[in-house]
């Protein structure tokens, strides 16, 4: 076990030692597309999403929302209230129930305000959008005791709008990656376990963003029907090179990698429990049902 973990942090220095002589040949941004809050107020969830909240959300689900920050152009920032606005004129809620597309005047003006408009805290701190572009929600498991779920990931920009000066390949998809990061940050910054602490249920597409991030596969489906799981090892890795690599896509990606990597090294790997070979329980009486 020592060994393997010499190993692994030998395997860190060396790709940090790579990030001085890999900085002299790329062009450095220095500026953030996307700036995030974390732990997020519910009123941001209600006004990216309603239908996201529930009854069952407690003080230890912890949201997190990512905004547009003045550094886009302000083209980019026109056409989301558009689509916003147009997002809003066809989900209103009307009972607080299901979304309907008949809704009265004052209702809809109302909430074009609230989500068009900004107040000083805002301008200052940069970010101009009050509306969220992409949520996610770390909370924990129902099903299994000191685990926790990352649930919620939701993005309303496109896949599709690629652009390879993103973290990522698209907007999409560094704004996702930046939830990602910003809830494991803030589940390490509480102390919990992560090596084999986090579950969560992804997409094809959600699950390769929380492969890059040392989450494995999980071998065998459980009752929460989780796909993916963290694991510390893999983690380290997996960020000691998004270190390097996201140096010149966006610093806020390198410094979040940094932090984290920060965090995971005072973490200790959990040993799993021993399996039988044969996976089955010995307890099963397969002709229990059988009539002699």
């Known amino acids: 076990m020592v060994l393997d973990r010499i190993m692994k942090w030998t395997v860190f220095l060396q790709v940090i030692g790579h990030v001085s002589a890999f900085s002299q040949s790329a062009s450095f941004s220095l500026s953030d597309r996307f700036k995030a809050t974390c732990p997020a107020d519910k009123s941001a969830i209600m006004q990216f999403d309603p239908r996201l909240l529930n009854d069952s959300d407690d003080d ?109 390949g698209s907007e999409h998809t560094e704004a996702i990656s930046i939830c990602i990061d910003e809830l494991l940050l803030h589940h390490l910054k509480e102390g919990r376990t992560f090596d084999k602490g986090i579950r969560t249920k992804a997409t094809i597409y959600q699950g390769n963003l929380l492969e890059d991030r040392g989450f494995e596969e999980v071998k065998k489906l459980e009752a929460d029907m989780a796909t993916h799981v963290s694991n510390l090892d893999a983690s380290v890795i997996k960020y000691a090179e998004r270190a390097v690599e996201t140096l010149s896509k966006s610093p806020g990606a390198r410094d979040r990698a940094l932090k984290i990597l920060n965090y995971l090294g005072k973490q200790e790997p959990v040993e799993e429990p021993a399996q039988c070979d044969d996976g089955e329980d010995t307890d099963n009486d397969p002709w229990a049902n059988v009539k002699w």
Do not use: H
């Not at 929302?65 to 152009?73: F, P, Q």
């Not at 989301?80 to 299901?98: E, K, P, Y």
């Not at 109302?110 to 101009?128: F, L």
């Open 60 to 168: 230890s689900c912890t949201w997190v929302a990512i905004y547009r920050s003045s550094n886009n152009m302000p083209s980019v920032l026109v056409k989301d209230d558009f689509l916003n606005a147009m997002r809003i004129a066809t989900s209103v809620q009307t009972d607080g129930n299901s979304p309907s597309t008949a809704m009265d005047e004052s209702s809809f003006e109302s909430q074009i305000e609230n989500k068009s408009s900004g107040d000083d805290s805002n301008k200052r701190s940069g970010v101009q959008a009050r509306t969220p572009v992409a949520v996610a929600k770390l909370a924990s498991s129902p099903m299994f005791p000191d685990k926790w779920v990352i649930e919620s990931m939701r993005c309303s920009l496109k896949k599709e709008d690629t652009n390879e000066v993103c973290d990522g």
